[in-house]
């Protein structure tokens, strides 16, 4: 039985992550910390789990933490989490990284993206980035991940067999993405008021989202060229849930037998994987059947000189608190899907 | 033309009066002002008012105010109102309050509901309730209206002809009444978040708000008898409307024939009102039906011994806004519905 | 492993019951069956399915469900159900009935209520109304069930205690229910497209809804003595959820002394129950807090000769396939919660 | 004093067509006709019309509306207006239709996306495309007007500048359009059910649906180029308006210095358009600014090889209804903003 912990768990990633660790059998949830005006039981905080857990949720206390915890979550806003990770770390603390803080390997996009300079440039190096159907060796490796973004888990999956087979032109991946609005967070601002969204529909941080910089590296990656990727996230009118319509153009080189029947392809490459489904010809996704599940849909269609794919997750669980227990499953070597389905 | 100002213009209430006066034939807005940063075009502030007016938006100026102005419409939190309207008063303008600072008469429940000591006891003898279908007598006389708030304006219509009849038992009124989000106003608060109304549902204030004794003032005074209400408010996850469900005894002594048909006894006692539609037989109101509009729709079912009323409005128009501009029609001297269907 | 079969397993209870089965360890999914064009996958039907069962949707073929099935839960329409009860029960099966039709004893009230005379006389005196917290030993000896309606479960667990102990004025209960949108099933009619329900609110059925016998019934039966309820039913722009705000007068026999801490009260008469949650002092239920749980939570206010109770629950939830689970459990004897919390 | 007609008026243009109507200084409404059970009160079929207009709905008479009109406005189902079109036009009148059957002047790709030969050549090619910020020269002189599709007015006032000054790549416009509900229509259909709708967001007719052609013939007709756009509509959780994100490639025969300032570029382009709306720089347009509202807002950003263009219209005001006003305006010689601003 795995002690954890979570800290930042007034968020709405927090708030979902404890939902899914109550019904995970190999885990017990010890420590409950945010910033809060004082301590109280989380069941106040969450009426919802009134009858579910009795724990009272503090400022984090890292002493406490460190003692009591085999595993910390970090559901931290950015820049915040690497203030903590280190001191976790040192204590040999197994720790999952909800925030942006050790995406990103690169200083200086780190910077020009959050606006601050990074304060762990040690433990950065061995963050493991904990999108487990790339990178799923390195996570049963680790006792440090840092958890993927929302958006680049929906547009990463969506691409990766054709970055990784360089069927396509890397110069010309356009990503239109739309997020429910639990992506935002939830701090008080006048914007994401419910009059203010409901409603409404709008682009926002056009082509500037922070977002961006964490699809180029992993899609670098594997395509081994350096790609920038056009990017324009939304608001939706709705709580959880993301997807993403994306328009790219055939590689020239490729040859046409290898694009020829791509939902095989996709079905193929994610083919021992539990939580990529691969829509059949002219399905696509919904965000409906994705939410409160784990699961990333994932449609195709071959028009010609283009390809759209079109990918749907849950911002919230696949995108944020899902992903990470399915990277505890890893690291802990239990079925990766315990506790997910 | 009238030479209107409003001050507050950054609100709800403050958007949609704009639109209103925009479209009324005898006004000229000519100040808008608010609590702002720096002064600023009002449709930088609400693009959607780009091409139709080009006004800059500054805080309150009372000297500009008061040398450019008519009539000046108060769109500001209870409590503030109460602060300006002396000065507007003294310089001789008409002033239409759409705070809840002048609607009550007794100061002790002033205090009681709204935390504060009035402030302004000279004018608030004067002010006139703005409820047209009840004094309008008084309004035409008015230099200065207490506009009805929202909550109150759905109720008091639904139950005057009842009240002004004696037809019911005053200790029996229950008003389950439910309201859309701008009813809460334009602050940044956690609680107002989209993911926190949206998909919810949930009672507030439950008997005990501020809106109950605007009610019992009003509908005392229609059945000359002291009188409580059983008020329970709810928020709706929609942006504009009210809708009440009243709850009544019938009077054990009233004659069953008063009762008998109690559709056409509300038809009657509104033959002449513009705005109030009384639904036939077996027909209740909605929402839907009275957004973007200034009527009040009521529904009745005879229940025996109880009384079901159904009574919508748009929060906004009829509970705000446009009630304002009807009031400022009467005022005048123009035809009631000017600017209003 | 209880082998189960649902009949009329496309509608949203039914698509909800499947979700809560495949996560209960006791029950394996053996035949899925309803009114469909042609034999096809539940996962092409639910696409939210897939990867979790792979079991193909027939037209209901009674012969079949009898040779596969220890247990059969009906999801079907009213009336319907009648039809097909009597042929599983002759074949010894167990049966929890999700539709009205073995709710009410009384058949002059049923056909009032749905039109139409009852068909099955033989097992209307056998079935056991399925109120786990009501009727639980009786639950417990019995193999056909009743599950109770969605604004039922509501109203009663929330007039229960107040109505077993004779504090409150019978004739006095009024019943303002609101209910999100699946509650209306999933039938194409143009009243309920998105664009008629969005953005708008209303009551309907206005105290002539066919839930008000059933809880006439049960709490006649609870109070021994005949009673009517006041009741109206709204339709609230969301998914899924109910929340009733009910109105009650204090018996005048009632001593104050009973009465004098209601939420005390209510706490002890839901002691034992672990899907019942009774609200402090001054806090009120949402339906946020019980979507996708079994809870019913509930919140009381004493308001001197008045009581107003207000409850919540998930109308597809504890309101339909929950409770049908809970009663599965309380049948076999399992822990009431399992695969519930 | 024009006295108009509206055929089709039950479904959402003809609500919203109503509506502008009676607000028209120029305008008598003399005659309403659709598909009706029975001839029937227009405010009984839309009670938010009560007390604003006392005319009888019918079954369509057309030797009636012959005789009763000047004007007839078409809100009927693609194939249905090709049928009335030709005895309104023999008989003299003005028409504006708003369905899509006199929008495409090639016969064979009306078939293949309408799935029916065209009935009515004849008039077809005299049918102007009622867009007036590209054809208000021809609309001047026309007595029949086909009136644009909701997609096809945002994206081709968003690209008209681009496409008409030849700067970009014809081939590599990819748009990706977000609509409203209302779009779909008021027809009973499961998929359009609320619970359905509410809380999802999906793609729909990838790259097939039937307004592409309409935006290829203008724009091919702008730029004097064959061309087709890449083109994926997808479904908002929410009833009025439409954004579309559209993405271009410069031409590389496209001097740096014509496309250095885009958003200058437009509104120059627009100049004179009442009703187009151009952002400032980083400034980009979202839906609740232009619902109720006949504008046409657009942010451009320039991104070195690619431009992302963004456009809002409410696609039953400036999508339908507003335009067909404005056509009128300009057809029979009014300002062109009477009755819309």
């Known amino acids: 039985m795995i002690k954890a912990g979570i800290i930042g768990v007034t968020g709405y990633a927090g708030e979902v992550l404890i939902d899914i660790l109550l019904n995970h059998p190999e885990v017990r949830i010890v420590n409950l910390s945010a910033k809060v005006a004082k301590p109280q039981q989380i069941a106040e905080i969450f009426p919802k789990l009134q009858n579910r857990i009795a724990l009272i949720c503090t400022e984090p206390d890292l002493e406490e933490i460190n003692s009591q915890c085999d595993l910390v979550f970090l559901a931290l806003p950015h820049t915040v989490s690497m203030q903590i990770v280190p001191k976790l770390l040192k204590a ?72 990784a087979l360089n069927l396509i032109d890397l110069d010309s991946v356009i990503i239109d993405a739309k997020s429910g609005v639990t992506g935002a967070g939830r701090k008080p601002s006048e914007g994401l008021l419910f009059p203010e969204i409901n409603e409404d529909f709008k682009a926002y941080k056009v082509n500037i989202h922070q977002h961006s910089p964490e699809i180029n590296q992993v899609l670098s990656g594997l395509s081994r060229k350096a790609m920038e ?31 020829k029947n791509l939902a095989e392809l996709y079905k193929k490459f994610y083919k021992k994987e539990p939580f990529v489904r691969i829509k059949g010809e002219g399905l696509f996704p919904r965000i409906k059947d994705v939410v409160g599940a784990n699961f990333c849909d994932i449609g195709i269609k071959d028009c010609g000189d283009k390809i759209i794919i079109i990918s749907a997750i849950d911002n919230l669980i696949k995108g944020a608190s899902g992903q990470a227990v399915q990277n505890m499953n890893i690291m802990y070597g239990f079925p990766e899907t315990l506790g997910l389905l």
Do not use: M
């Open 229 to 259: 990727v056009t990017f324009v996230p939304h608001l939706l009118p709705l709580n959880q849930g993301i997807l993403e319509t994306i328009y790219v153009n055939k590689a020239k080189s490729a040859k046409p037998a290898k694009t």
């Open 92 to 163: 040999k603390k197994k720790v999952i990284d909800l925030s942006a803080d050790y995406r990103l390997k690169n200083i200086k996009i780190y910077k020009k993206f959050y606006g601050v300079s990074h304060k762990d440039k040690a433990n950065l190096k061995n963050a493991v980035y904990g999108l487990p159907e790339i990178y799923r060796n390195k996570i049963k490796q680790a006792s440090f991940i840092a958890n993927p973004g929302c958006y680049p888990t929906a547009a990463i999956l969506a691409l990766a067999p054709l970055a």
